[in-house]
Structure formats: structure tokens, C-alpha cells
């Protein structure tokens, strides 16, 4: 089994910074993708940024530029950081972990950004 735990969400003025960490622990595989994906209430859960175990990264064109992902493949834990943060960034962040084909999720965390 697999568990996700999140942290570092919160209340943030609108050009502002966060960065939110994910550590995973288990049967965690040397092959292993983990990203972030947010849902803003009324709206699907929709990718922000994933990392592969190789170092690759994806991104979604709404926080290019804006956020980073990266990990420590020792700790298997990643991170999140974002930077000027917009209101439309408001939403529960969730760390996912893919692995054999199998999905994981975290519990989410809150990111509120104020105007």
C-alpha cells in the first residue's frame, strides 16, 4: 500500500508564494511518476505539474512559468513551489502518485489566494 500525505496549503494574498510538499510511503517503486492536481469548487480535478522518476516534468499552460515541481527521489517526496500566485489558483491541491499502473492520491490541501 501506498500513502500520500500533503502539506504546506494556506491563505495567500494574490502575488504571493506557497510551496506545498507530498511525502509518499509504502511500496514505493523505483518507476514512479508523482505530480499535483487541483480542483476549484464547481470545476473537474485538472493537472498542474508532474515529475518522473527520470526528472521529467509536465506542466499545465495556466501556471507555466509560475509554479515548479521537483522531488528527492531519496525522501520520495515532492514539491510544489509557486510563485505569484492569481485568485484563479484557489483550489485543494492533491498529490498523485502513479506506480504499476496503479493511481494514489492524497488527502488534498487548501491553497486560498485573496485578491
Known amino acids: 500500500q501506498v500513502q500520500l500525505v500533503e502539506s504546506g496549503g494556506g491563505l495567500v494574498q494574490a502575488g504571493g508564494s506557497l510551496r506545498l510538499s507530498c511525502a509518499a510511503s509504502g511500496r514505493i517503486s523505483t518507476v514512479r511518476v508523482m505530480g499535483w492536481y487541483r480542483q476549484a469548487p464547481g470545476k473537474q480535478r485538472e493537472l498542474v505539474a508532474t515529475?518522473?522518476?527520470?526528472?521529467?516534468?509536465n506542466y499545465a499552460d495556466s501556471i507555466k512559468g509560475r509554479f515548479t515541481i521537483s522531488r528527492d527521489n531519496a525522501k520520495n517526496t515532492v514539491y510544489l513551489q509557486m510563485n505569484s500566485l492569481k485568485p484563479e489558483d484557489t483550489a485543494v491541491y492533491y498529490c498523485n502518485l502513479v506506480q504499476s499502473l496503479r493511481n494514489y492520491w492524497g488527502q488534498g490541501t487548501q491553497v486560498t489566494v485573496s485578491s
Open positions: 515529475i518522473s522518476s527520470g526528472g521529467i516534468t
